[in-house]
């Protein structure tokens, strides 16, 4: 995985600085609250949700499970359909084919339609390096990009951004970038999105190279299908006379008859809406319609790791919605940038760790971003059971040499003895009881567990000794 976010501090020490900031915090409380309630209404229309659910675990479980199969498949019908693909086993090698791709062209400039593939791989540094200039199409990606922000959502981007914000983003940096933002202009949404679709029509209109994501890619076919919900992507898949496509292996599908499953579960659960106003879907080329050129490049960097892992497997069902994000309280409080990912929330804390290893300070801190309420599991459109891969993550972080592993070892150990031993533990309760007035508030070394909450003050006698007095 990309280094982008390497060298970020562990996830407390993140979220510590988001939670004192009001501003973040009411702009991430609106927001999910919103989306939420909105998802709500749109999933209860349906009665058969609970079945779409299973169904859509089910063909993702069974795609796991032949996935070269399904992959090798892939690219047969690509290839036979005018396209070309491309593997790349980790982040340096995809950055190196799509820059290779786009020289080869000859042009120094490509649009993007909104991929978190390119973002996990850090795309967009590569090509700068190279003297490439890389123009990112959605709002929300492009308010980001134009803030020199980072991405704390995965379907809405600049979530932590509000529109006075926005407005002076666009108002201070827009002419950097090309058309400069309209005079006068105010923080109106309508004001707002008419000033991006003017800055970026004329770079669509000029791109002759653009690079995509997509949501699935349908083996049965060789085909591409991104869902979104501005008109841009459509642009982008189009227009331009070269398409480079970076898709993770896991996005493959088995056929067109199992789209019809996630057409319906997807749009519910992350715009909360019936249907997405696009879908674009592509096979190939076409002499007379779209790019001439398609280049597909399947990304592994981390995904077969992921894969072996009979647990940790599950979060490669990810459909992107972003549904366990609106609920769980730590994202609402921390934001997103505290995960050091592209990849945040509950989702985030399963998937970079498999992903990238946790032999980072940020990594090894991911599993414990969640209270394990389980909000995420229970909307999550293909029921990936994110608390019980936390716990498994978890207790890989805790086999990794290190002094505080250690010493959490060591703990439990004496405590299993303890408990093991009646007469010890009787021993040490009197003693606890006796001593309680010179109990400090905190434990001394366990700052983790400590800084938030005071030890519970102990009761004058231990049950045991009041239940002899009053009961036997």
Request: glycine share 8%; hydrophobic share 40%.
């Amino acid at each position: 995985m990309s280094g982008t976010f390497v060298g970020m501090p562990s996830f407390p020490v993140a979220a510590r600085v988001a939670v004192n900031d009001p501003v973040l915090r009411g702009n991430l409380r609106h927001a999910t609250h919103t989306i939420r309630a909105k998802r709500a209404v749109a999933v209860g229309e349906l009665s058969d949700w609970a079945q779409l659910r299973q169904a859509g675990k089910e063909i993702k479980d069974r795609t796991l499970r032949y996935l070269d199969t399904y992959l090798i498949e892939l690219e047969e019908r690509v290839t036979a359909a005018g396209g070309i693909v491309h593997w790349a086993a980790d982040a340096d090698e995809a950055n190196r084919i799509v820059i290779d791709l786009v020289k080869a062209t000859g042009e120094s400039e490509v649009v993007k339609v909104k991929s978190m593939a390119t973002q996990e791989i850090g795309l967009n540094e590569a090509l700068e390096a190279e003297g490439i200039a890389a123009y990112e199409t959605d709002l929300a990606e492009l308010i980001v990009q134009l803030g020199e922000d980072r991405p704390s959502h995965i379907l809405v981007p600049a979530i932590h951004r509000n529109r006075g914000e926005i407005r002076e983003i666009f108002a201070r940096t827009m002419g950097d970038w090309g058309r400069p933002a309209p005079d006068h202009l105010t923080d109106s949404p309508a004001e707002l999105a008419e000033a991006a679709r003017l800055h970026l029509r004329e770079k669509f209109l000029r791109a002759k190279v653009a690079v995509s994501g997509a949501n699935f890619m349908i083996a049965e076919t060789g085909t591409m299908v991104v869902l979104e919900s501005e008109g841009n992507g459509r642009m982008c898949l189009t227009l331009p006379e070269t398409l480079i496509s970076v898709v993770g292996i896991e996005k493959v599908i088995p056929a067109w008859q199992d789209l019809e499953v996630f057409l319906q579960t997807l749009p519910r659960s992350s715009t909360a809406e019936r249907m997405n106003p696009y879908t674009s879907t592509w096979t190939g080329t076409t002499d007379q319609d779209g790019p001439h050129t398609f280049h597909l490049i399947l990304l592994d960097n981390g995904r077969t790791t992921t894969l072996a892992d009979e647990v940790g497997r599950q979060a490669l069902r990810c459909i992107r919605c972003s549904a366990c994000l609106n609920v769980c309280p730590v994202y609402e409080r921390a934001g997103g940038h505290a995960y050091g990912s592209v990849y945040p929330g509950p989702i985030g804390a399963i998937l970079s760790p498999q992903l990238r290893g946790t032999q980072s300070a940020i990594d090894a801190s991911l599993p414990y971003a969640s209270t394990l309420c389980g909000a995420c599991y229970e909307v999550c459109p293909v029921a990936i059971d994110i608390p019980e891969v936390l716990v498994h993550l978890r207790e890989q972080v805790t086999d990794q040499p290190g002094s505080g592993h250690r010493l959490e070892k060591s703990t439990m150990k004496a405590a299993g003895w303890i408990l093991n031993h009646p007469a010890a533990l009787t021993t040490i309760e009197r003693l606890a009881a006796k001593t309680r007035a010179v109990h400090p508030k905190k434990v001394p070394g366990a700052s983790a567990w400590t800084d938030r909450r005071d030890l519970p003050t102990l009761p004058a006698e231990p049950f045991r000794d009041w239940w002899k007095k009053n009961r036997t």
